[in-house]
C-alpha cells in the first residue's frame, strides 16, 4: 500500500525545477523534499508528498480535512484510542 502526506512548504531552494527542494512541515516533522513535480509550489502552500518527492498541490482546506483523517486512524491504534 501506498501512502501520501500532506504538508506545508516552509522554504525553497534551488532555482532550477528539476533541482528544487523543499523544507516541508507534516505537523512538527519537518523533511527535505523535491518540488520537481510541483514546479510552480510557493511557500505557504500544501502539497501531497510520496517517497521523498511533492506529486501535487492542493488547497487549505482539502489538507485539513486530510491531516485530520490521518489524525483520526493514528488514534484508532493507541492504546486507550476508539478501536480499543
Known amino acids: 500500500m501506498c501512502l501520501a502526506v500532506p504538508g506545508r512548504i516552509l522554504g525553497i531552494q534551488g532555482e532550477e525545477s528539476l533541482w ?9 516533522v ?4 523535491s518540488l520537481a513535480c ?10 501531497i508528498v510520496h517517497a521523498g518527492v511533492a506529486i501535487s498541490r492542493l488547497d487549505q482546506e482539502e489538507a485539513s480535512r486530510m491531516l485530520e483523517s490521518l489524525r483520526s486512524i493514528d488514534g484508532l491504534s493507541e492504546p486507550g484510542g476508539e478501536g480499543a
Open 38 to 47: 510541483v514546479p510552480d509550489a510557493q511557500p505557504g502552500e500544501y502539497v
Open 20 to 28: 528544487r527542494t523543499g523544507r516541508v512541515d507534516f505537523g512538527g
Open 30 to 33: 519537518i523533511k527535505e523534499v
